[in-house]
C-alpha cells in the first residue's frame, strides 16, 4: 500500500531564505506528483505537476524535482517571503487518477 | 473562468440527520472526488467517480454516499450524521489527461453535534 511521508511536519525560517520541502513515497511505481499549497481555513491550490517521465517542474520561484527510483521528491522555495507561509502537501497518483497525499509541511516565514 | 463550489460552506448538524453537501465543478471534468480532512490523518479519500453513472468506494466510505447524475455535479451524503464525522470536506476534479492534475473546491465545513 502506497504511503506519503513529508518531513518535518512544521518549519519555520526568516524571510529570504532558500529552503527545501522533502515528500517521500513507498512504491515507486506512480503515474505523477503534485504539490499543493493549502493556506488555513482555505482549499488546496495546485502548485506544481511532475509526470512520471519528468525530472522537475518550475513556476516562478518554486522549483518540484522528482527521482521514482528513490521514492523522493523536493519543493525548492528561492527567497521565502512570509506570503509564502502556509501548509504544504504532496500527494501521488498511480495511474488510477487517485491520489494519496501526506500530511503536509507547515511553513512560516518569519519577517 | 472554470471553477469547483461547494455549499455550504459551513453546516451544523444533529447526530442522526441526513445531511447532502454539495459539489459543481465548471471544468468538464470527468473525474470528481470526496476527501475528508482531519488533524493527524491529512486527506482522506472517501468517494470518487469517474464519470456520470459511475461511483466507487474509497478509504474511509462508510457512512456516506454519492451519486453522479451528471458531468458537473457530484453530491455527498451522509446518511445518518455522526459525530465521527466532523470534519472539512473536499470536493476535487480532474481530467482524465495529460497528468490527471486535481482542482479543488473552498471546502465544507462540518460539525455534527
Known amino acids: ?111 | 473562468d472554470a471553477e469547483i463550489t461547494q455549499s455550504p460552506r459551513h453546516k451544523i448538524t444533529e447526530t442522526g440527520r441526513q445531511v447532502t453537501l454539495a459539489c459543481h465543478q465548471t471544468w468538464n471534468h470527468n473525474n470528481m472526488f470526496w476527501y475528508r480532512q482531519d488533524l493527524g490523518h491529512g486527506l482522506r479519500l472517501i468517494h470518487y467517480s469517474y464519470g456520470v453513472h459511475d461511483t466507487n468506494k474509497g478509504e474511509v466510505s462508510d457512512g456516506y454516499s454519492v451519486s453522479r447524475s451528471n458531468t458537473e455535479d457530484l453530491p455527498l451524503t451522509l446518511e445518518s450524521a455522526a459525530s465521527s464525522q466532523t470534519s472539512v470536506y473536499f470536493c476535487a476534479s480532474s481530467d482524465a489527461s495529460p497528468g490527471y492534475e486535481q482542482y479543488f473546491g473552498p471546502g465544507t465545513r462540518l460539525t455534527v453535534t
Open chain 1, 1 to 111: 500500500k502506497q504511503e506519503v511521508t513529508q518531513i518535518p511536519a512544521a518549519l519555520s525560517v526568516p524571510e529570504g531564505e532558500n529552503l527545501v520541502l522533502n515528500c517521500s513515497f513507498t512504491d515507486s511505481a506512480i503515474y505523477n506528483l503534485q504539490w499543493f499549497r493549502q493556506d488555513p481555513g482555505k482549499g488546496l491550490t495546485s502548485l506544481l505537476l511532475i509526470q512520471s517521465s519528468q525530472r522537475e517542474q518550475t513556476s516562478g520561484r518554486l522549483n518540484a524535482s522528482l527521482d521514482k527510483s528513490s521514492g523522493r521528491s523536493t519543493l525548492y522555495i528561492a527567497a521565502s517571503q512570509p506570503g509564502d507561509s502556509a501548509t504544504y502537501l504532496c500527494a501521488v497518483t498511480e495511474g488510477t487518477y487517485k491520489y494519496i497525499f501526506g500530511t503536509g509541511t507547515r511553513l512560516k516565514v518569519l519577517a
